[in-house]
């Protein structure tokens, strides 16, 4: 599995000899992450990876609840409520959960996405009977109240104009959903807006929990140094209670249609410098097979300076300062977006020509086995990187389990990468993005010289 | 609060009747103890000198089959000449965009093959360049590594394409409120000392630099008498050694002396509150400074603790009178910047632009606080644990090695101390905080700029400021003392 230390250093003078040279992906093996998975009678998913590499664990526990399930008239709701989990519940006071652990030397966060919010804390490995215990009494007792509400309410609220409106370039991610999705609630994004912040209530928080924090839409995952038997039983105590309620957990079930005509939208900004443009597709759900290879093609088009996007645009023409492409997988459709940023003196029409021409390029014309080669060894080099720590592999399974629908994903996808050929690459770019529409985003700066004026001579 | 009771009692009588088993009666109402502390283990640095004066650092770590290379030179943009800012900051840049033969598309695609990726900078103090790849790929790194640090071309088209694209990069950081409010900042600081310009760059100096300015500044900073070569992860002493002589053993050592180090602080002319009218801004931009001890001072310690009680993590006491006793920001907090001859504090939080006069009231406020009672023993030991569970936690990864040994190198601190920082941070008292608060962070000797949409916070800044002066954003000059105020010294 990896290069033994004493047969590696014999090898040296080989392998300063074979420098040019560089080893195929397929050479590189990546260890499998070893997890244990249970599910409680109540349906609490429980993931553990032992891990004794360091004195701490990690704690997190993944709500099958985001954005998409924001309720009607309330955009955002789902993130504000994750900034709630912190305040108090029926045996905690607010912010005790920072007592319990960067307090004692831990750390804890949290975060809300279209389709998940997850909750975790890296602690040290003694407190992991502490972190079990809070998690569950803030699935089961929490209890916020008007004051806490209003204040954290205003602190999203500063988070919206920070990424959003105090980002040069927050108000065109942030539109790429709306512009996106027509009817399923994907077209909602994630941070909301202002007036329907406003329009929340206590109650809808209160009804928020009741409906979606419960044990059988929840998965908790645990990584690090601890013992499984000792951890299954702290488990079985302090989650095994909390009862299943009886009506099922809402579903969306919102199906988003295929598109049958290219849109295209112009977004102004008052603070970005220069102009950018984001086109976007429509692609399957993450659990789809055919993920593994659009990631290949994002990574063919844009991972590092050597990509294609980057080569083309930025080095080459340099019509942009940033150019990319992302797979944007989620448990409903996702999307394929390719996105530049301008550099000075440049127009958004002109990298939109680039950015289409390189797509279509590697759709089309062979793909050299070296090139293809690369972005795998980058993925897996990558891959190694976060699976460091017992956090990132906790990271890696929440992702497999909750998005891709099965924990084993975390494995199979790395099997998957090595066996995605040019063929693959270019029959999944065809059939989900040259042979398909378009949504396209210009972004343009709002005229300085204008909008200055608007005060003063209009 | 009634409504909740009444929810969470259905909830519960829920249990009662679906699962049929009640066992919430085990269910403690109080947090359950901790079990005995684990202790961590610390990871010991090796130390080899080869003879051309290059030092050889690593840290040996089982688990995965991943090295972090770094080559640190012990110099940065505090050596940029008078106006020229950005000098060294473009010169790492234009590291790996052509060297040895090789063409920028083609150093690129060769790291990218390792499946890392070549990043160069350049830091006040230091100039690096890494890269993080699996073991079996780590010797073509380092020839990579070697290659572009001590053979590149500085080519006048690549020199063309990077200005051109700092110049970019700059209009992005000038639209930030908080990015440039903490340049200003810089700036009142340091004065004309060098740590006072802009290590970006300015639109004007950008545009002055030529291609014998980069060559010069490579010749002054990247020559192995004054490098570390940083190696950690799955690698032994040994074989650390065996690697650095492959790749920089033939490097010669210049004859010319290392160059003088320019003083980081001069004179500083700027009035204590500076306003910035930054019109439309989405937000305000709060920053306050002071001037720190240097990395190697006695104090630094004292330094990291009164941070880490001030606004170094989010139960730090900014975010919580900022954020969330009062909902005013997202995050404020502070940073300590050890450096050579003088470093930097900065405490900084972005708010709506009506908020921003409370803001700048209540970071001053808890300067003072620092400096007029002792911290609490229980908030001393809460805020040490943070600082230590977060330094253990930087150790868990290769590039978190390489960047812990890249500040101690980089300042020529006791590699041990990587060993001793519990033990170093744990000694630290309520008395020294005070004590240094009151030297170093006089709330009245604070350096404070608010950019945003000024006519929004103008008035209620001025009532609490009388002495506040008003720049506009689009005029400021960066590359001057004054900032183009016109301000001489009193």
Partial sequence: MRMRRASWLAAIPLLALAAGMPLKAAELAVPPVQYHQRTLPNGLEVLSIEDHASPTVTVQVWYHVGSKDDPQGRSGFAHLFEHLMFKSTAHMHAEQMDRLTEDVGGANNASTGDDITNYYEVIPSNYLQTLLWAEAERLSNLNVDEKNFRSERAVVEEEYRQSVLANPYGKLFNSIDPHSFTVHPYKRPTIGSIENLEAASLQNVIDFHRTFYRPDNATLIVAGDFDPRQLDAWVDRYFGWIPKPAAPVPQVTVQEPVRTQDKRYTETSASAPLPALAISWLIPPARDADTVPLQVASALLSQGESSRLYQALVYRAQVAQQAGAQVDARVGPGLFVAYAILASGHKPAEAEKLLLAEIARLASQPIPAAELDKVKTQLLTSEIKGRQTAQGKAFGLGQAALIEGDPARINGDLVALQRVSAADVQRVLRRYVTGAHSVTIDYLPQAKAAGELQGVAR | ?490
């Fill in chain 2, 1 to 490: 609060m009634n409504r909740l009771t009444r929810t969470r009692l259905a909830v519960f009588t829920a249990a009662l009747f679906c699962a049929g088993t009640a066992a919430a009666v085990d269910f403690p109402t109080a947090p359950p103890p901790p079990g005995p502390a684990p202790t961590l283990s610390l990871p010991t640095p090796s130390s080899q000198l080869l003879p051309n004066g290059l030092e050889v650092i690593s840290i040996q770590r089982d688990g995965l089959p991943l090295v972090t290379a770094e080559l640190l030179l012990r110099q940065g943009s505090a050596m940029d000449p008078q106006g020229k800012a950005g000098l060294a900051q473009l010169t790492a840049t234009l590291l790996t965009r052509g060297a040895a033969g090789r063409s920028a598309p083609q150093i690129a695609a060769a790291a990218e093959a390792l499946g890392g990726s070549l990043d160069a900078e350049a830091g006040w103090d230091h100039s690096n360049v890494g890269i993080t790849v699996t073991t079996p790929r780590l010797p073509a790194a380092l020839a990579l590594l070697a290659q572009v640090t001590r053979q590149p071309d500085f080519a006048a088209p690549e020199l063309e394409r990077a200005r051109a694209q700092a110049l970019d990069d700059l209009h992005l950081v000038l639209s930030r409120p908080t990015r440039l409010a903490a340049l200003a900042a810089s700036r009142a600081v340091f004065g004309e000392g060098a740590y006072g310009h802009a290590s970006a760059g300015t639109p004007a100096s950008l545009k002055a630099i030529g291609r014998v300015d980069v060559q010069r500044m490579h010749a002054a900073i990247y020559r192995p008498d004054d490098a570390v070569l940083i190696l950690t992860g799955d690698i032994a002493p040994a074989q650390a050694r065996e690697l650095a002589r492959q790749s920089f053993g033939n490097w010669a050592r210049p004859p010319a002396p290392l160059a003088p180090l320019p003083p980081g602080k001069g004179k500083g002319v700027l009035p204590p509150v500076l306003l910035v009218d930054q019109p439309g801004a989405g937000q305000a931009g709060v920053v306050a400074a002071h001037a720190a001890p240097p990395r190697k001072d006695a104090e630094f310690y004292v330094g990291t603790v009164a941070n880490a009680v001030l606004g170094g993590s989010y139960s730090s006491r900014l975010n919580e009178e900022i954020r969330i006793k009062r909902g005013l920001s997202y995050g404020a907090g502070s940073d300590l910047d050890g450096r050579r001859g003088t470093g930097l504090w900065l405490a900084s939080a972005q708010t709506k632009n009506p908020s921003a006069a409370q803001v700048v009231d209540l970071m001053l406020g808890e300067f003072a606080r620092l400096g007029q009672v002792p911290v609490p023993p229980d908030e001393l030991a809460a805020r040490k644990a943070t600082l230590i569970g977060g330094y253990g936690r930087s150790l868990e990864t290769t590039a978190g090695l390489a960047g812990q040994l890249e500040e101690l190198a980089t300042y020529g601190v006791d590699l041990a101390e990587i060993g001793r920082y519990i033990d170093r941070v744990q000694a630290v008292t309520p008395a020294q905080v005070q004590t240094y608060a009151r030297a170093h962070l006089d709330p009245d000797s604070s350096h404070v700029v608010v950019v945003g949409d000024a006519a929004q916070f103008d008035a209620a800044l001025r009532r609490a400021h009388p002495q506040a002066v008003r720049l506009e954003a689009a005029s400021l000059n960066l590359d001057s003392p004054t900032l183009g105020t016109g301000r001489k010294p009193d």
